[in-house]
């Protein structure tokens, strides 16, 4: 009964692969996020989507590219994946504008 | 560029509370107080909101001063498990959440 789940919890790869990291929240939200964990432990918002329409783009690489298919599911695709983009991912779900639940994070290795 | 200010660590007897201030001068009257707290590399964890009055749940209570300038977050009887970063962040609508340093809460036994 996990209420937002993230796909692998751990994912190390080459430079240079593409990847994805998959999310699914089960509290009926209908608005998700991706978040970003460096090593200093900054956590910074990416990408946040309202009704599978996005509302929230940082100035984040075009590399990362978020798909929503449903509310329910919000994921996340790294193309070329560089030695900085190594850190935790977290995703996050919340009814509108109110308080988010967050998911256990990915932690992203990039060797 | 996050709009609050909080200690970097604290240190808290555990059963005793612990109370962890924010100063968020440049609030505006749409904007709520938040806390959330990450216990050791896990997802962050939503606490409590408040907009002006004080609110308390199972977890804690949000008392935010008369002119919204600041607030303290009490954890009535803190516990081992307590121990995290807590982040205090300020938001209206569906403004990006910038999550700061936070504080760094050591329960000690």
């Known amino acids: 009964d996990t209420a937002v789940s993230q796909t692998p919890k751990y994912l190390v790869t080459q430079m240079g692969n593409d990847k994805s990291i998959k999310c699914e929240q089960n509290?009926?939200?209908?608005?998700m996020y991706w978040y970003k964990q460096d090593s200093k432990k900054f956590l910074k918002i990416m990408f946040s989507y309202n009704n599978k329409e996005l509302i929230i783009n940082e100035t984040v690489p075009n590399r990362f590219s978020p798909k929503s298919p449903d509310k329910a599911h919000l994921n996340l695709h790294i193309n070329s994946l560089e030695l900085g983009d190594s850190a935790v991912y977290f995703c996050?779900?919340?009814?509108?504008?109110?308080?988010?639940?967050f998911g256990p994070g990915t932690r992203l290795t990039v060797l | 560029d996050a709009k609050t200010t909080q200690p970097p660590s604290m240190d808290c007897a555990e059963g005793r509370a612990a109370n962890l201030p924010c100063n968020h001068s440049?609030?505006?009257?749409?904007?709520?107080v938040y806390w959330y707290r990450q216990i050791h590399s896990q997802g962050p964890q939503y606490i409590i909101h408040g907009l002006k009055n004080n609110e308390t749940n199972e977890m804690a209570s949000l008392i935010i001063t008369e002119d919204r300038k600041s607030s303290t977050l009490i954890l009535p009887h803190a516990t081992l498990r307590d121990t995290a970063v807590y982040y205090c962040?300020?938001?209206?609508?569906?403004?990006?959440?910038?999550f700061g340093i936070g504080t760094k809460l050591q329960v000690i036994p």
């Open positions: 996050a779900s919340s009814w509108g504008d109110n308080e988010q639940f």
């Open positions: 509290l009926g939200h209908d608005t």
């Open positions: 440049t609030i505006s009257g749409n904007e709520y």
């Open positions: 962040i300020v938001r209206g609508g569906y403004q990006k959440v910038t």
